[in-house]
């Protein structure tokens, strides 16, 4: 005669997770993303494997990211470990692999403005828990003295300047101080303090000349400065 079969079923207790998969029936535990933006780089010495998901037991190998590459994170999710309890932070690429948190450490960044002015420093990055020494170098801008930085473009109070110290766990961003230059002229219309130099007006005249230095008279292709050409 014709058998009929009914499944016994036992509810799965979910005693071992790895990344939010039971190990006993498979149950996928729907891990809760949370979005971010923010910028990482690889601390781990042996550098940071990314996966295909948080780590579980069907989770692939993508590749490896060497020691100091930055990677731009998404989003972070806390995974879910044996005993069913969050457990480890996770942080998820642009490209949808994972990232073990333990590997990577937030990266900040120093931002330069000129703010009027030309040449500000390159940018300075660092990560979490170090610190950074503001830039020696200097912007320019033409008949004005560069007094240091602000984190306020319209502030004329300079609030850092180059070879203090900055560390604290978030960018900052700079803004070049100005105070109009009061011009000190040397014997050759240069300016002794921004090293601007003064044009000089010609005025139109005809006439003749008699020169009277005993060791005769240089002539140039312009008013003497440093450079001209005898």
């Avoid at 692999?97 to 002015?117: D, I, L, P, Q």
């Avoid at 007094?147 to 766990?169: F, H, I, L, M, R």
């Avoid at 014997?187 to 303090?193: E, M, Q, R």
Wanted: glycine share 8%.
């Amino acid at each position: 005669k014709n058998l009929y079969l009914y499944a016994v079923w036992d509810k799965c207790g979910h005693s071992k997770y790895y990344g939010g998969i039971c190990t006993t029936c498979k149950y996928e535990y729907k891990l809760k993303e949370t979005s971010m933006s923010a910028v990482y780089r690889v601390t781990n010495g042996n550098g940071a494997p990314v996966w295909s998901r948080p780590y579980s037991e069907n989770s692939k190998k993508v590749k490896i990211y060497d020691k100091n590459k930055d990677l731009t994170i998404v989003a972070k999710v806390t995974n879910i470990n044996e005993k069913g309890k969050s457990n480890k932070l996770w942080y998820k690429l642009k490209d949808g692999t994972w990232v073990f948190s333990g590997n990577v450490t937030e990266r900040f960044m120093v931002k330069y403005n000129a703010n009027g002015g030309k040449n500000a420093p390159a940018n300075q990055y660092f990560v979490s828990g170090k610190s950074v020494t503001i830039s020696s170098a200097k912007p320019t801008r033409e008949k004005y003295v560069f007094k240091g930085w602000s984190t306020d473009s319209d502030s004329s109070k300079v609030k850092y300047k180059p070879g203090n110290k900055y560390d604290k766990d978030k960018n900052l961003y700079l803004y070049a101080v100005w105070e109009k230059c009061k011009h000190k002229y040397d014997d050759v219309g240069k300016c002794t303090v921004c090293k601007y130099t003064h044009p000089i007006t010609v005025t139109k005249a005809s006439g003749t000349v008699v020169v009277t230095e005993k060791d005769g008279a240089a002539v140039r292709n312009k008013p003497y400065q440093v450079g001209t050409k005898v």
